[in-house]
């Protein structure tokens, strides 16, 4: 068993070393010594997801227990890492797009490259640029259900008002100006009725931004998730089940 810290610092040294950029998308204020999340989502690029899953599971002390592979995600199941009042496995989250049903709304690329190191005592710990993860958190459920997370409200109101320039432009890669400057102004004012109504239209931009530029490439990553979800399961390795059953209302068995 290893602390979350020295698995976290041996894992991104391993990144830095083998060329992998990388950020943490969300939940990152105390890492890599404590963790308010409950998992810990990173970013990557597409061609680095095989790589860094062997980097994780080379690391001493931690055994990968399961894989779950989506068509821009892959969740890595680790036991072995003491984090937290009882907690002894962790998950890791390695997205590899930001994307509506496979249209992109945000380069990867972009992300990456503009990615800051907010902390002078943890240099490792690399996050999106505040426009970037202010624009992350609003469309995480916003184009799912026109709703902002309320945890993620007040930040991302902040950010669309002290850096609206650098959201404007952002949204601008998909979507025509007079869009993006409502979109930043129902968020600023917090005019949640406004935003759902925004919702259907911001989804249009986004699906025709993508086929405009490239048509076929953007239908078949439109393609790919369903084909990915339909055939969606867990790779399990390094592990074994042991399931303990009885009659109903029976106590659980001295450990």
């Known amino acids: 068993m290893i602390t979350l810290e020295t698995f976290l610092t041996a894992l991104l040294r391993q990144f830095e070393k083998s060329?992998?950029?990388?950020?943490?998308?969300?939940?990152?204020?105390?890492?890599?010594?404590?963790?308010?999340?409950?998992?810990?989502?990173?970013?990557?690029?597409p061609q680095d997801r095989h790589r860094a899953i062997r980097l994780i599971a080379d690391i001493s002390g931690v055994t990968v227990t399961g894989i779950t592979h989506r068509a821009n995600m892959s969740a890595i199941y680790i036991h072995g890492v003491q984090w937290g009042k009882g907690h002894c496995a962790i998950e890791i989250d390695l997205a590899t797009a930001r994307t509506w049903k496979g249209f992109s709304y945000l380069p990867v690329e972009s992300i990456l490259q503009e990615s800051i190191r907010p902390?002078?005592?943890?240099?490792?710990?690399?996050?999106?640029?505040?426009h970037h993860e202010a624009i992350i958190?609003?469309?995480?459920?916003?184009?799912?259900?026109?709703?902002?997370?309320?945890?993620?409200?007040?930040?991302?109101?902040?950010?669309?008002?002290?850096?609206?320039?650098?959201?404007?432009?952002?949204l601008r890669l998909f979507?025509?100006?007079?869009?993006?400057?409502?979109?930043?102004?129902r968020v600023v004012s917090e005019d949640r009725?406004?935003?759902?109504?925004?919702?259907?239209?911001?989804?249009?931009?986004?699906?025709?931004?993508?086929?405009?530029?490239?048509?076929?490439?953007?239908?078949?990553?439109?393609?790919?998730p369903l084909?990915?979800?339909?055939?969606?399961?867990?790779?399990?390795?390094?592990?074994?089940?042991?399931?303990?059953?009885?009659?109903?209302?029976?106590?659980?068995?001295p450990l």
């Open 175 to 185: 979507c025509d100006p007079a869009l993006a400057e409502q979109l930043i102004t």
């Open 227 to 253: 084909w990915t979800e339909s055939n969606l399961g867990t790779t399990t390795c390094g592990s074994s089940t042991l399931a303990v059953l009885g009659p109903d209302g029976a106590p659980p068995p």
């Open 19 to 45: 060329g992998i950029h990388y950020c943490i998308l969300r939940n990152y204020q105390r890492l890599p010594k404590g963790n308010i999340g409950r998992d810990i989502d990173m970013l990557i690029l």
């Open 193 to 224: 009725k406004g935003l759902r109504k925004l919702r259907l239209r911001v989804i249009r931009a986004i699906v025709f931004s993508n086929i405009l530029k490239r048509p076929l490439f953007s239908i078949g990553k439109f393609l790919h």
């Open 119 to 130: 902390y002078d005592d943890r240099p490792l710990i690399r996050v999106p640029a505040p």
């Open 137 to 170: 958190s609003f469309f995480g459920t916003f184009l799912i259900t026109g709703e902002i997370k309320a945890k993620y409200f007040s930040d991302i109101q902040q950010i669309f008002r002290s850096a609206r320039r650098e959201v404007e432009a952002t």
